[in-house]
């Protein structure tokens, strides 16, 4: 086994045959602007939840991907939730069009999951795992002319962790609500009361509720955490 090969499957797994969990989540966009905007995503997963930074990838066509790695299985309903919620709070100035997530809330036959970098797309055209430092310098042309060397894209991954299953319980306070579980359908929210005088209560509120920006859900949630700790 090569050590690309084993570095993938450290990180992402093999595609589960009933395709129903996964270690992997990937956000693509398509957009001659498609770092510009991924950018925001990649930094705001490590400052605002603590992830550690996802791979980064140019797709060989028409944009770029970012590949969460997962230590645990998940199920994929899991991850189309937290993947749509991270893309309504970072990805808010693109339209959806550009957008295209795995999983995805209804699964379809033409929703399987991408294949990982490095493959070849078209002639003289191939996708590949990246640098951050050299993701602007892809920005026009999101391929590789060559194909890229299998220990440079294992040293790569190397360097990459994956998202511990502390990490993710942690975050999914933040989207498994029910209103946030309902499928793609807007659904009303309870409103929240000011006047609520548990300061428990209301940070539970604030950090339950999808109509409230994500960023001060995340301070609602960092807040309980402080109120819930002995001191």
């Not at 045959?17 to 770092?35: G, I, K, M, P, S």
């Not at 970072?90 to 991408?114: F, N, Q």
């Not at 070849?120 to 795992?129: I, K, L, N, V, Y």
Request: proline share 9%; net charge negative; with cysteine.
């Amino acid at each position: 086994m090569s050590r690309l090969v084993t570095e993938l499957l450290r990180l992402y797994g093999a595609a589960p045959q009933d395709n129903t969990t996964t270690r992997a989540l990937c956000v693509e966009v398509r957009h001659h602007a498609a770092w510009r905007h991924l950018a925001g995503l990649w930094e705001g997963v490590q400052a605002d939840l603590n992830w550690p930074a996802p791979a980064i990838a140019v797709n060989g066509t028409d944009g770029f991907q970012l590949w969460f790695s997962l230590q645990d299985t998940i199920p994929v309903a899991d991850g189309a939730l937290a993947l749509r919620t991270l893309c309504q709070r970072y990805l808010t100035d693109l339209p959806a069009k550009h957008i295209h997530v795995w999983p995805v809330m209804s699964p379809s036959p033409e929703s399987a999951r991408p294949s990982l970098p490095p493959q070849q797309r078209h002639a003289e055209q191939w996708s590949a795992f990246i640098a951050r430092d050299l993701a602007p310098v892809f920005e026009d042309t999101p391929w590789l002319d060559l194909q890229p060397g299998d220990d440079a894209q294992a040293d790569m991954l190397g360097q990459l962790r994956s998202i511990s299953s502390a990490m993710w319980s942690q975050s999914t306070a933040l989207w498994r609500t029910p209103a946030a579980e309902e499928s793609c359908a807007e659904t009303p929210s309870v409103p929240i009361s000011f006047a609520d005088h548990d300061p428990k209560a209301f940070l539970l509120r604030v950090m339950n509720d999808p109509s409230v920006d994500m960023a001060l859900r995340i301070d609602a949630a960092k807040a309980l955490l402080t109120h819930s700790s002995p001191h």
